[in-house]
């Protein structure tokens, strides 16, 4: 069954859809995999690469999404079926929104890991405001490897963080269940405006106290050398997985936006905001890593295990890193429903099933798959599925979902999407829907059928070789 349009539901206003696209962009990506990914990347070649892939490549996808999505007004592999059948081009292109529920589906899995590693930072965080003096740095009668210890202690209790993934995916349902403008709406409206505020706030009190000139100069110092194949695709992949392209998420909001926005306009508040928050976590986290002399490549767990001890260090530590982990859960939350939405959508468009039972249904299959890497930190870690490819060596279920999705589908949803919409789509649907002026449209149809094409063909092939 087909939901015909004037059955679908609308955001209430231009801002609220923006806002939910923010929402979905800003996340665990900006927060946790960008500072990451720039650590174990080497720094400055890494972030000046991953901002030239969002302003060539990333900003250009991001409007195709979003007018495939207004032009097809349905789920993301219907919206794609809709303009492939206004444009006179073959169906098959439905891969693209295939690919995309795939994509949002396993990332889900192993974000809501992450969701349940912040959940678990907010007990702790809470737990020692009420207990310790409040003028001093949290954890004060702690020592420094009990600090330390936290997320070694946290990865080692399978039960714990199967139970907080539990609650966080539960969490999760329930804003998709309730529907787009009373679930999402919520979210998008209320939370992220408070995070922004908190978050430049803690920035502020970082540029003034660590060592800042050193984090400037590690993230935005250009080492032609240190920027190999791999370095790219992981920027490349940074920027799609920021901007949540390629998941079929960013189609799936277009479909919920009216026709006198502008969607051209709109892309590059969303880009710009995404990659803002992203560039302002790298700020707000390294004059930290550098002042507490941290590991800056320690990966995957550096925001969660460097910024504990850094609140103990300062005052009103206990508040502050409440605040922040409060913070860090709203902008994961807005993601999360983002990811949960795009399957639903696609189950109550294509079988004409009902959406609270869809969320919850999709909702427990993304809890298993995520329980599993879950259990990667503790029970399961011995097992390297993929171990015997390059790209996977080493790497746990966790880590394998994390890099599969990054740097496998989402450049392969993205090529897909660009030749779609440079070659196959109808130039007058293309000249109606993207709400540029005449130049600056030419301008946008080169990046999409040249530029991004070759480049992301050129940095998957380069990446993946070496
Ligand atoms: N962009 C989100 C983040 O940076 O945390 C993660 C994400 C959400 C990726 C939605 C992909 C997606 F479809």
Redesign the pocket.
């Known amino acids: 069954m087909v939901a015909t349009q004037s059955s679908r539901e609308g955001w209430s206003s231009r801002s609220a859809f923006i806002l939910a696209a923010v929402g ?11 500072p990451a990914e720039a650590g174990t990347n080497g720094g400055g070649a890494f972030v000046i690469f991953y901002i030239l892939c969002v302003v060539l490549i990333g900003l250009p996808s991001l409007l195709s999404e979003v007018l495939i999505g207004r032009h097809g007004q349905g789920s993301a592999s219907e919206s794609v079926v809709r303009v492939a059948r206004d444009s006179g081009a073959s169906e098959k292109w439905v891969v693209i929104g295939d690919i ?1 529920m795939l ?2 589906f396993l ?2 899995s192993f ?1 809501s890991v992450l969701g349940g590693w912040v959940l678990n930072y907010i007990g702790v965080f809470a737990g020692d405001l009420v207990t310790s003096p409040f003028l001093g740095g949290a954890f004060q009668s702690w020592s420094d490897s009990e600090i330390e210890g936290l997320l070694p202690a946290l990865l080692e209790d399978p039960v714990k963080l199967v139970a907080l993934h539990a609650v966080f995916m539960a969490i999760t349902i329930f804003f998709v269940a309730r529907g787009v403008t009373k679930g999402i709406e919520f979210v998008a409206t209320f939370m992220m405006p408070a995070f922004f505020l908190l978050f430049l706030a803690i920035t502020i009190y970082g540029a003034f106290t660590g060592a800042f000139a050193e984090t400037l100069d590690f993230l935005f110092t250009f080492e032609p050398e240190k920027l190999t194949g791999s370095v790219m695709l992981a920027g490349l992949g940074q920027a ?11 189609i799936t909001y277009g479909a919920y936006a009216d026709r006198t926005t502008n969607l051209a306009s709109t892309s590059a508040i969303i880009a710009g905001a ?1 990659t803002s928050v ?1 560039l302002i976590a790298g700020l707000c986290i390294f004059p930290i890593v550098f002042a507490a002399g941290f590991d800056v490549a320690a990966g995957p767990t550096l925001m969660f295990q460097t910024l504990p001890a850094a609140f103990s260090a300062i005052p009103v530590g206990s508040l502050v890193g409440l605040l922040f982990f409060v913070m860090v859960f709203f ?2 939350l807005t ?2 429903v ?2 949960l939405e ?1 399957p639903v959508v696609w189950g109550v468009d294509r079988f004409g099933w009902q959406r609270q039972s869809t969320a919850i249904g999709i909702g427990l299959a993304i809890f298993i798959l995520g329980t599993l890497a879950a259990l990667s930190f503790n029970v399961l870690a011995d097992w390297h599925p993929l171990g015997g490819m390059s790209l996977f060596a080493n790497q746990g279920f966790f880590d394998v979902l994390d890099t599969f ?1 990054a740097k496998v589908l ?1 450049p392969v949803a993205a090529l897909l999407t660009a030749i779609f919409t440079g070659w196959k789509i109808d130039k007058r649907l293309v000249r109606a829907e993207s709400g540029l002026p005449d130049g600056l449209h030419k301008v946008w149809m080169f990046l999409i059928a040249y530029v991004c094409p070759v480049a992301l063909a050129g940095i998957f092939i380069v990446g993946i070789v070496s």
């Open positions: 979905s962009a800003v996340g665990l990506g900006n927060l946790w995999r960008f995309g994509v949002a990332i889900l974000y799609f997985f920021s901007l949540s392209l390629g998941s079929a998420i960013m995404d992203a902008a994961a993601s999360s983002a990811l795009a999705t989402l």
